[in-house]
C-alpha cells in the first residue's frame, strides 16, 4: 500500500493543473518530487507529523471547486464595523464581482496573466508544500499598489473554504507594493461546513523602498483542517513589514513565515497569538534573514494551550557577515492549563558579524495562583479571574492589531473561549 510520503499519491493534483505558468509548474514538480512530503525524522517538520494527518484525514486527494457564494454570506462574514476594501475568495478562486475598488489598488486573477514573477521570492526547493502549491495551484490574485500611494482603509481578504469534488485548497497570492506606498491586509479564512479538507497557501510580498506593509492572518476555521501556510516577504530599505498571526483554531496548522531584511533602516514585525484547545496542533516557523546593515526585527509569539493541545514554536534569525549594526528581539512565550497541553520551542541565533545587538529566549508556565488568589479575595470569580490574567498575557500581542473592527472583533472571540473551553 502506497503512502502519502510517496508522491504517486498526489498524482491528481498534478494531472488536475492548468496549463498556465508551465515553466514554473514544472519547476513546483521537480522540487516537490525531490524532497516528498516530510516525513517523520525531517528536522523541519519534526514536531508535526502532517504527512501521516494528511493520510489519515483526506481521502480526496484532489483540488476543490468554486463554491457559490452569496453577497449575504459576505456581508455576514464581514467584522462588525469594518471599513474598507473587500476581496471575495471562494476555494482560492478570486470572486471579482462580490469583491469592491479603491483607487491605487489593482487586482488581476493569474489565470489571466503569465508574466507575474510568482516563485521569486518564496523558493520551492525549501519547503515541499511551496512545492506543491506551486505545481498545482487553480486560480490566484496578483495585486499591486502604485507608487506613492497610501490606501488608509485596510485590504480583507475574505476567502470562503469548502470540501467540494475535491479536499485539496492551494490559495496563491502574489502582493506587489511600490517605492513609499502603504497598505494593511486582513487575510481570513472561513469554512462553510465542518467536512475535513486541506488548505496549502503560499503568499508572496514583493515591498519596495520606504514601503509600510501590514499583513494580519487569522486562522478560525473549524477543528478538522489541515493547513499549511507560507508567507514571504522582501523588505526593501527605509521599509517597514509587520506581521501578526491569530491562530484560534483547527486541526493541524503549520505556519511558515520568513522575512527577507535587504536593505539598510528595514524593520521587520513578527507577532502572533495561539490559543488551542481540545487536540489542536499548531506549529509556527519563522525565519529572518538579517543581509544588510542598520536592520532591525521584533518578534514576540505567545501560546496559551488547554487540553490536550499541542504547539510548536521554532524562530530562526540568521545575521549575515555584512550585516553589522543589526538589532534583532525574538520573544516566545508559553501557558498551559492542562497537564496533557504539550509546547516544542525552539528559538535560534546564527549570527555572523560582530557588531550586533540579539536576543531570544522562551518561557512556558503555568497561571500565577497568587495572582489568582489576589483576583478572587477581592470579589471576582475564579473562571472570570483566570479569563483576566490569560486575556492580559495575550493583551502584549492584541495591541499590535491596529485596525479597530479586527481587534474588537479577536477580543471578543478571545474572550468567549477563555470564559467559557478554558
Known amino acids: ?12 493534483l498534478f494531472e488536475a493543473a492548468p496549463a498556465t505558468f508551465s515553466s514554473l509548474r514544472q519547476l513546483g514538480k521537480e522540487s516537490f518530487y525531490a524532497q516528498g ?16 494527518k494528511l493520510e489519515n484525514s483526506i481521502t480526496e486527494f484532489s483540488p476543490a471547486e468554486q463554491v457559490t457564494i452569496s453577497a ?13 476594501v473587500v476581496l471575495v475568495f471562494s476555494n482560492g478562486y478570486f470572486i471579482p464581482g462580490l469583491s469592491s475598488k479603491t483607487e491605487g489598488l489593482t487586482i488581476h ?30 486560480n490566484g490574485i496578483h495585486i499591486s499598489i502604485a507608487k506613492k500611494v497610501s490606501i488608509e482603509s485596510p485590504i480583507l481578504l475574505l476567502q470562503f473554504h469548502q470540501a467540494k469534488g475535491g479536499q485539496v485548497i492551494s490559495p496563491r497570492i502574489w502582493i506587489e507594493a511600490g517605492d513609499f506606498s502603504k497598505a494593511t491586509f486582513i487575510d481570513y479564512h472561513i469554512s462553510l461546513d465542518d467536512a475535513p479538507y486541506f488548505v496549502n497557501k503560499v503568499v508572496e510580498i514583493k515591498g519596495g523602498i520606504n514601503a509600510d506593509l501590514t499583513y494580519h492572518s487569522l486562522q478560525q476555521e ?3 483542517v489541515i493547513e499549511v501556510s507560507n508567507l514571504v516577504t522582501d523588505i526593501q530599505k527605509d521599509s517597514q513589514f509587520t506581521s501578526t498571526q491569530i491562530t484560534l483554531s483547527g486541526d493541524m496548522v503549520r505556519n511558515n513565515l520568513t522575512l527577507n531584511l535587504l536593505g539598510s533602516n528595514s524593520v521587520g514585525n513578527m507577532y502572533g497569538i495561539y490559543l488551542l484547545n481540545g487536540k489542536t496542533h499548531v506549529d509556527n516557523h519563522t525565519n529572518v534573514d538579517h543581509t544588510i546593515p542598520h536592520a532591525e526585527s521584533n518578534e514576540l509569539y505567545k501560546g496559551i494551550l488547554a487540553d490536550q493541545s499541542r504547539g510548536v514554536f521554532n524562530g530562526k534569525i540568521f545575521v549575515r557577515q555584512i550585516a553589522q549594526k543589526t538589532n534583532a528581539f525574538q520573544q516566545n512565550n508559553n501557558i498551559l492549563l492542562s497537564e496533557d497541553a504539550i509546547i516544542n520551542t525552539k528559538p535560534q541565533l546564527e549570527i555572523w558579524a560582530d557588531d550586533v545587538k540579539c536576543s531570544h529566549g522562551c518561557t512556558v508556565g503555568q497561571l500565577d495562583e497568587e495572582a489568582l488568589f489576589y483576583l478572587q479575595a477581592r470579589g471576582i470569580d475564579k473562571i472570570t479571574a483566570r479569563g483576566l ?21 479577536i477580543v471578543n472571540q478571545i474572550q468567549e473561549r477563555l470564559g467559557s473551553n478554558f
Not at 500500500?1 to 491528481?12: A, D, H, I, N
Not at 493569474?110 to 505545481?135: C, M, R, V, W, Y
Open 1 to 12: 500500500m502506497s503512502t502519502l510520503t510517496q508522491p504517486e499519491f498526489v498524482l491528481g
Open 37 to 52: 512530503l516530510p516525513a517523520l525524522k525531517s528536522e523541519e517538520y519534526k514536531f508535526t507529523p502532517i504527512a501521516k
Open 72 to 84: 449575504e454570506q459576505v456581508k455576514s462574514a464581514v467584522f462588525p464595523g469594518f471599513v474598507g
Open 109 to 138: 486573477s493569474l489565470s489571466a496573466e503569465e508574466n507575474t514573477p510568482l516563485g521569486s521570492i518564496a523558493d520551492a526547493a525549501k519547503d515541499p508544500f511551496t512545492a506543491l502549491n506551486q505545481a498545482t495551484f487553480v
Open 222 to 224: 473549524h477543528n478538522q
Open 389 to 409: 490574567l490569560l486575556y492580559a498575557f495575550a493583551g502584549e500581542v492584541l495591541d499590535k492589531i491596529e485596525v479597530e473592527s479586527l481587534q474588537k472583533y
